[in-house]
């Protein structure tokens, strides 16, 4: 997509799409609630693993099958519901797609840590980085089914009612993956040496 942003590509579309189906208010609606959770959105697609370039390729796909669909939605729950929902499917697809995720993983998080910077010294600075290094690569390893569910709770905090709407489980079935997911993560990093 390069320099031209998810915003201006929805905008764009938005406008002409009003001027096609005569659906103003309904598509405004939508583009409004897409443009407010423009920021969640871009997380549930950073922390499904995307890079920055897939994640603005999925928003846009995103923000064109909504304005698509614009007249379906009664409510703005509705269609928050939709575009997140939407969105982590759009992020599943891609992986399968790529299906060079664990490949790609690891390059992205250097990417990331080495953006960040730390005011601490450097020995705590390179534990705490070692110790993350872990905490990702062992979010990694975990399966899709359980990774989802564990990016919209500790990346959206979404409740086990949210996630369940949106991944269309049963709220027992989302609890249940969440402490699945969490006892293999809390085991393997104990065995790595990280206190969980």
């Not at 443009?35 to 499904?48: C, D, N, T, V, Y």
């Not at 519901?81 to 599943?92: A, D, P």
């Not at 010294?121 to 110790?131: G, S």
């Not at 990694?140 to 959206?156: I, T």
């Amino acid at each position: 997509m390069g320099a031209v942003c998810v915003d201006e590509v929805s905008k764009d579309c938005a406008a002409r799409a009003e001027q096609r189906t005569g659906h103003r208010a309904s598509q405004s609606n939508l583009l409004g609630v897409f443009s407010a959770e423009l920021g969640r959105l871009k997380r549930i697609a950073a922390g499904m693993g995307l890079s920055s370039a897939d994640c603005e390729d999925v928003l846009q796909d995103v923000s064109v099958q909504a304005l698509k669909r614009a007249a379906e939605f009664q409510s703005r729950a509705d269609c928050l519901r939709w575009l997140t929902t939407v969105t982590v499917n759009r992020c599943l697809m891609e992986h399968r797609r790529q299906r060079t995720f664990r490949r790609r993983a690891p390059e992205i998080l250097r990417r990331r840590s080495a953006a960040e910077t730390h005011p601490k010294p450097i020995e705590e600075w390179a534990i705490a980085a070692e110790e993350l290094e872990i905490v990702r690569e062992t979010l990694r390893q975990l399966d899709g089914h359980l990774l989802a569910p564990m990016v919209l709770s500790y990346f959206c905090e979404l409740d086990s009612r949210g996630i369940a709407e949106i991944l269309n489980l049963n709220q027992s079935t989302v609890r249940g993956r969440l402490r699945e997911a969490r006892m293999i993560l809390a085991r393997r990093l104990t065995q790595r040496g990280v206190e969980p």
